[in-house]
């Protein structure tokens, strides 16, 4: 059966992997779909699951207490490498393209 329009589409749990080869300094533009990096990325910090959980509880119904955005928009991350985006193409391009370029350019 299709998978519809839903806000984790059929196949982004499996950017967890993604998650497993990435270094701890480096950089992650993550979308509210990759919730899975997210989880694998603080899992491999050490994070308390049961933080996580509520952490991503709040970032899903846009709460002032989401620790990512504080309510301002459906995000995931908050780690120091974590580039927070929105949920559109074009909020998440400029974003990336000027993190890369300030991120050539550190010590």
Do not use: M
Not at 87 to 99: K, M
């Amino acid at each position: 059966p299709a998978c519809g329009d839903t806000i984790g589409p059929c196949g982004e749990e499996l950017l967890g992997a993604v998650g497993l080869v990435l270094e701890e300094g480096d950089g992650a533009a993550l979308h509210y779909r990759h919730l899975a990096t997210n989880l694998v990325r603080s899992l491999r910090r050490d994070d308390a699951l049961e933080d996580l959980l509520l952490a991503r509880a709040r970032g899903y119904v846009v709460s002032g207490a989401d620790p990512a955005c504080g309510g301002v928009h459906c995000c995931v991350g908050g780690g120091t490498n974590d580039w927070l985006v929105t949920s559109t193409l074009a909020s998440q391009a400029p974003r990336a393209v000027g993190r890369a370029l300030a991120d050539a350019f550190k010590p």
